[in-house]
């Protein structure tokens, strides 16, 4: 009798296309701050070496750091920048390395809004003041949807007229260019996490009385003419996500009734996509201080494993667009799990490849398809495989 042979295989393996981009598999290192740039805003090797070495650790997609678009929207004076063609250069030599090494060069676009103006997290995460002035990193007033401060004890920030918001609106469809010339294939808007564009589309923050505020139409205006706006200078063929905060969260994780909600954001995914965006990457959160991750280490409250995926979900679902989940996804069968479920279309991994960048390349191995290390660079590989089929005696 044959004994029947079945080669395993894996979704999370398995390639997904948008536009003219082939995803090699559903793996992406999530955009993540280092705030380790001078205030140039530019690149620098620490930058190169946290984004190559995703690549050669089997993620098939790596996406930037935020990059901002205005320098008034840095968070830090660490921030890497998108506001002139002086950053391209640095940032071309990112996409290279990741393209040679078979990763899809992704980057994002941002604004920090009433964030901006702060210490670095390391630093305290406050507000910037006397102390950092007097080593050369002076305050300045941020700009926001409304002139109120959503977390107390943070700058406060002015409201931005709408001629400030024609302008952004092209720094955006600008930045959108410089990524392009830079060589990335995907592009992520971040509107999430209480910072600028997040700003409007809530009614936590978002005050105003004009077109940009007021209903839904209004609050999500900003975000419709900036996807329009990227659209135009971002090539047809290449696909366009946006970051969403998809509920704003209240007193604890199970009240999304308040503020935005996961209502509010199947009605702007559906305008988002009718302008051309292709992918709704699934956060939630942080336009309070409240559910910040301070606020569970002051609490003791603990992360759960996935704690976003309901909103990838039921975004994918009601609304038919592909989605990106993130969040506390630890390993590869969940991530596995997710996929086979229809929650999501892509992974997002942030802080467990900052413990592994191999994240990829040992997800495959735990969901059994690179039983012998070949999916592993050849310098790494043929040493480990050998070492394992030697085995270690204790
Ligand atoms: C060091 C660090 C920097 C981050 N910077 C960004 C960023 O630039 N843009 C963004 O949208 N989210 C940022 N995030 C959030 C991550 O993209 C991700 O959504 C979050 O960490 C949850 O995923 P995880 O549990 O896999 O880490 C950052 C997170 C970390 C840990």
Redo the contacts with the bound molecule.
Sequence with gaps: MNAQVTTPSAMLFSPFQLRGVTFPNRIVI??????MTGPDGLMTDWHFQHLAKYAVGGAGTV????LIVDPIGRNTYGDAGIWSDDHIGPLARVAEFLSRHGAVPAA?L?HAGPKSSRQR?WEGLGPLGEAEAARGEAPWQPVSSSASRTIAGWHQPRAMSTDEIKRLVEAYGEGAKRVHRAGYDVL?V?A??G?LLHSFLSPVANTRTDEYGGDIAGRMRIALEIAESIRAHWPADKPLLF?LSCVDWRKDLDDRTDGWTIEDSFVLSRELNKRGVDMI?C?SGGIRAENSLMDYAKKRQK?TRGF?VPHAEAIRRETGIPTMA?????DGPQAEAILQKGQADLI???????TDPHWGLHAAQALGIDPDWRQWPPSYGWWLELRERIGIAD
């Design positions: 999530a955009p993540m701050q280092m705030y996406m930037t750091e935020a994002q941002h997290p992520d971040h999430a996490h910072y970051r990457d956060s992360l976003q993130v969040g506390v996804i630890l997002a991994i942030g802080r467990e490849a900052l």
